[in-house]
């Protein structure tokens, strides 16, 4: 098949380490994992690469075979499930660490979160046995190895070492996508490849599907495209968990949510911190919550040095002890929020109709706003807010995803423009990009507003028009 009728997830996947998004310690970890076995088998003869989807554990296990010259088995144990067809379709490969054509072998058993239930029980104990005593490296791969698989998986995370992958950062989504989008001439706006990545939620895989769903065949893509693809259901970033974490009565029913359905872990906690002034609105009530927060990011530091059995006390903290914060509250924290936002906007409060929704509220403005609707969406916007076409308003969650990403995503182009204008300064100047940064950048703006001043520095340093305007800006 030619590379232009391949799905793009395909057609754009990783070559080279360099192509992975995100995750380099990960990749790093594996990498030196791989190299240990040019010295002997090592004490470890597994890893386990855990991590929500789309976060690369299946590329770079193949970018690394390829740079490293090994011939990779790719299972699906999910298929392969019982010990006897485990059997059968390993046979001895274990056991012969060189194929017949010279090249090292290495097995990676994918979607292990398959191998589940009691008839699949042998599956899992094939994997151990084959461990033990195998001479090629296995790795293993599967969304979650905490929480309701804990248990199923015990017999192999005694066997391997954890590696996490992590959701790849927005920006590196959109890095991606900007990339892909220049490759094949696509005519997309930045604001649209920027929804697309906030979007994804972490999975870059499912971006790029995204990209290709709203573009193939096309040579443009608008913001409203991407509107169209609705809310995905991704059960890791539902609010719902959040909202039953926060309802909780009893630490059973707090640990009760998180296991309804897989989530990350450091996702989750962004979730319950960006929310947590929403429902804790006594002062009291927040600080005990937040306090709860600080406990469960100790024991998760302390998790990963040393025993990730601690995790269950980072989880005990970060739901029941979160929940049992909950005292006084009101739950009024999003209207004072809003209201202190339009405040600061310097507008009365008479100047919008606020209204309380099942989902949370609607904010309107009572008459056209002109050139100030754009101030106001963007200082909303920091408060999950979204404009309703045909409504009038902007719709405010009451539970609402992490606004960092949005935060990033809002200075992103400004924050390019800084880091060109560094290297030209750092280049002429003869200084670093951080002196550049924080003791000429702010003389050449002063400069800048002499005009013949202005047009000298800009000839000298090689200065794009865009690069000025955001200088005088």
Not at 43 to 71: I, N, Y
Not at 199 to 215: K, Q, Y
Request: contains cysteine; proline residues 4%; glycine residues 8%.
């Amino acid at each position: 098949m030619s590379a232009d009728r391949l799905p793009w997830a395909v057609r754009f996947r990783p070559r080279t380490v360099a192509d992975i998004a995100d995750n380099r310690e990960a990749v790093n970890e594996l990498r030196l994992w791989l190299r240990g076995w040019e010295r002997g088998i090592p004490k470890e003869r597994a890893v386990f690469l855990h991590g929500p989807p789309g976060t690369g554990k299946t590329s770079s296990v193949h970018v690394l075979a390829e740079e490293l010259g090994f011939d990779l088995l790719e299972i699906n144990a999910s298929d392969y499930r019982t010990r006897t067809r485990m059997e059968e379709l390993i046979g001895r490969a274990t056991t012969q660490n060189v194929t017949i054509f010279g090249k090292k072998r290495l097995i990676l058993f994918d979607e292990m979160e398959g191998v589940s239930g009691h008839e699949d029980q042998g599956g899992i104990a094939a994997i151990s046995d084959i461990i033990k005593t195998t001479r090629v490296p296995i790795i293993l791969i599967a969304t979650a190895i905490a929480e309701d698989n804990e248990e199923k998986f015990r017999p192999l995370r005694d066997k391997a070492i954890a590696i996490e992958y992590k959701p790849v950062p927005t920006m590196d989504v959109y890095a991606k996508l900007e990339r892909i989008a220049k490759e094949l001439r696509l005519d997309a706006p930045p604001e649209a490849l920027e929804a697309l990545a906030i979007h994804s939620g972490g999975d870059l895989r499912s971006a790029i599907n995204d990209l290709e769903a709203i573009a193939r065949g096309k040579g443009a893509i608008t913001v409203e495209d991407v509107g169209g693809l609705g809310s995905r259901d991704r059960q890791e970033y539902t609010p719902t968990i959040v909202h039953n974490i926060f309802a909780a009565k009893t630490l059973h029913e707090a640990r009760k949510a998180i296991n309804q359905a897989y989530i990350n872990h450091e996702e989750l906690f962004d979730w319950i911190y960006e929310n947590l002034p929403l429902i804790l609105d006594d002062k009291a009530d927040l600080a005990e919550g937040l306090e709860a927060l600080s406990r469960a990011d100790i024991y998760e530091k302390r998790a990963r040095s040393s025993s990730y059995r601690l995790q269950k006390y980072m989880f005990n903290s970060m739901t029941g002890g979160v929940a049992f914060s909950r005292r006084r509250s009101e739950g009024l924290g999003l209207r004072r929020q809003v209201t202190t936002v339009v405040a600061k906007l310097g507008y009365p409060q008479s100047a919008f109709v606020f209204q309380e929704t099942a989902g949370g509220m609607m904010v309107k403005p009572v008459k056209y706003m002109g050139d100030d609707w754009r101030r106001a969406n963007e200082a909303l916007r920091g408060l999950g807010a979204t404009w309703v076409r045909g409504g009038n308003g902007w719709a405010i969650p009451y539970l609402r995803p992490p606004q960092l990403k949005w935060r990033y995503i809002r200075t992103y182009h400004s924050r390019r423009k800084l880091q060109a204008v560094a290297a030209k300064v750092a280049y002429r100047c003869h200084v670093s990009s951080k002196e550049a940064v924080s003791e000429v950048i702010p003389l050449l703006r002063l400069m800048y507003k002499n005009k013949a001043m202005a047009e000298a520095t800009t000839a000298w340093l090689g200065l794009e028009e865009d690069e000025v305007d955001w200088l005088k800006g």
